[in-house]
C-alpha cells in the first residue's frame, strides 16, 4: 500500500484506498488509450497530460470495462458520486505528488461535466431474456 495515499484517506474518508488506486490507473489507461502514455521511449519533452474531462471519460471506460453494469455501485462504495469527485481526488493526488498538473488544469473542469450513473450505464440493456424464468431458478 502507499503510504501517501493511505495518508490521504485517513486526513479524510470521504474517499476509500480503491478510490485513490482507480484515479492513478484511469490516468494510466487514458493516457494509453490517446497514445500519451510515459513509457520512457519518446522525445522528453513529450505531453503526456490529459484534460479533465479525458479523464472523465477514460475513467468510465474503464470502470465500465472492469466493473460492467456494478460501476455505478463500486464508485458509490468508493465515496464517488460526481464528477467532482474526480477532480477532488486528482488534487489530493497532485498535492501529495503522486500525479502532476499543468498550468491549465483547474478542479472547474471535473464540476458537472456530465452524470457519471448516466455514462457508466449507457449502452447496457435489459432484455427479457435475461431475467430466469420461473422454472430455470
Sequence with gaps: MDPKILELTRDDPRYTYEAYEFVCDAVT?????????????????????VSGAELLRGACDLAVREFGLMAPVVFKTWGIRTTGDFGELVFKLIKVDRLSKSDRDEMEDFHEVFDLDKALTEGFEMTLGDTPRRGDR
Excluded: K
Design 29 to 49: 489507461f487514458t493516457q494509453e488509450r490517446l497514445g500519451r502514455s510515459a513509457d520512457g521511449e519518446d522525445e522528453p519533452d513529450a505531453d503526456h497530460h
